[in-house]
């Protein structure tokens, strides 16, 4: 062999420790307040590798030696990860684990159909190479494994799912069969030239191996990206609709604004001439006009005012009973496209649960109430509604839309993303058909306050 076995060991140590790193990062949250985390990550790792190169070089006890990279690996996820100690513990021990699953994969199958000694396969031996090539490798196949499974960043269909499993235990099952012939051809030719090939062979073959899971993986992450990116176009396209109702309803007053002048002066003149029946008729007639616009809000925010008033209006329009107060601060703690967003999403699910209630059952009246006012240096925002149907729990504590078409429920996973963005509260709570949403979001600069209210 032509390898030096050290050099080897350390290039399998090194990729060992490179897997840990995959491994770990993906299934634990790193922490965010620790300076310069990435150089001290790369520090500890590299103590590591230097401690089980040390200890590999040395002869200590294989019992041992895993022992103590099981104690780093979980010291490791303790100094630099947020997650409880359970789930540290977990994770951290984890690998360990997969190491010694691996490991004893590796020795099984080829020493139950060929005979292989324990000299062979240990470090300076003929037969350590493509032993630890596939013992690395099968690490890489859980590794990658583990990171498919209950993934939220990876999108694979059950058959995908069942496909990448077979293809990782085939590709497996291959690479142990072309050990056996390596192992075979070594014993029965004692031709280092051609060992040498098939091992080159081998360790090819679980390269090209390797490199088809990291594509399927790839695959997997690009269709769950290009699903999010979706569902943000969609949330875009809503925003944007409501975007142009604010601009809408500022156009309508401003219109009125500039129509009042027009206004007082035709009831100044019919005053003047003492024409007083066609005062009270043209008075009446723009009482009319205004009730058919729509009730205009005038709390001072205009992200509230227009688009509250927008969607009363619908929803008096649809015959939805409405109940509102609003004690809006001066400042709000949103700006005027995330307050936009918050409101406008939360008024499209009430009126859509209640034009569904309307549609399902006759028997209840639907009902929106609807408030906004500031308590102990918080804003409160709370809608509620009745709705008929039931409310799907997500293992995630979200909720589910009881519609089937695919585009519900990107409103409230909008709303939970705007409330959660700046550490903010959101409640949720569906219970004897009525469906809440209570959010406290903390003020930050004393306010004055405007209101405005009606039932």
């Not at 947020?82 to 490991?103: E, L, N, P, Q, R």
């Not at 990876?154 to 293809?167: D, K, N, V």
């Not at 390269?207 to 969609?234: A, C, D, P, T, V």
């Amino acid at each position: 062999m032509h390898i030096s076995p050290t050099i080897w060991e350390y290039f399998i140590n090194f990729i060992e420790i490179f897997l840990f790193y995959i491994f770990i990062s993906t299934k634990l949250h790193a922490t965010n307040t620790l300076n310069h985390r990435f150089l001290l990550q790369f520090l500890f790792l590299l103590a590591r590798f230097a401690v089980l190169c040390i200890m590999n070089l040395f002869h200590i006890s294989p019992t041992l030696t895993l022992c103590f990279t099981c104690f780093l690996e979980i010291l490791f996820a303790f100094l630099f990860y947020t997650d409880s100690a359970i789930t540290k513990f977990f994770w951290g021990f984890m690998f360990s684990a997969i190491c010694i699953v691996a490991d004893y994969i590796t020795l099984l199958i080829p020493q139950t159909f060929s005979k292989v000694t324990s000299r062979e396969i240990l470090i300076n031996g003929t037969l350590r190479i493509p032993f630890s090539i596939l013992y690395i490798a099968l690490v890489a196949v859980f590794v990658f494994l583990f990171q498919s499974i209950k993934n939220p960043n990876i999108t694979l269909s059950f058959p995908q799912e069942i496909s990448y499993f077979a293809i990782s235990v085939s590709g497996i099952l291959i690479g142990h069969y072309m050990m056996i012939l390596t192992m075979e051809s070594e014993n029965k030719f004692h031709d280092s030239s051609f060992t040498l090939s098939m091992i080159f062979a081998t360790l090819c073959f679980i390269m090209l191996f390797l490199s088809l899971l990291l594509y399927i993986y790839q695959l997997g992450y690009s269709k769950e990206l290009n699903k999010r990116l979706q569902e943000k176009q969609k949330i875009h396209q809503l925003e944007k609709s409501e975007y142009e109702n604010l601009i809408q309803s500022t156009a309508t007053l401003r219109e009125m604004k500039h129509d009042i002048d027009t206004h007082l002066n035709v009831i100044q003149s019919l005053v003047d001439n003492g024409e007083y029946d066609k005062l009270l008729s043209y008075i009446h007639d723009y009482h009319c006009s205004l009730e058919e616009t729509h009730h205009l809000l005038s709390t001072g925010n205009t992200a509230i005012d227009c688009i509250l008033s927008s969607k009363i209006h619908r929803a008096r329009k649809l015959g939805i009973r409405v109940e509102f107060s609003i004690i809006a601060p001066q400042v709000f703690p949103l700006d005027a496209i995330a307050l936009s967003s918050l409101l406008g999403n939360l008024w499209n699910n009430a009126l859509e649960a209640c034009q569904h209630l309307m549609e399902t059952s006759s028997n209840h009246e639907p009902l929106i109430q609807f408030y906004i006012k500031p308590f102990q240096q918080m804003v409160l925002i709370h809608i509620e509604n009745n709705f008929y149907g039931n409310i799907i729990m997500r293992s995630s504590h979200t909720y589910a839309s009881t519609k089937n078409e695919k585009d519900h429920g990107i409103g409230l996973k909008r709303i939970n993303d705007i409330v959660e963005h700046a550490n903010r509260i959101i409640q949720i709570d569906p219970s004897d058909h009525i469906f809440r949403v209570h959010i406290m979001i903390p003020m930050t600069e004393a306010t004055h306050e405007n209101k405005d209210s009606n039932s």
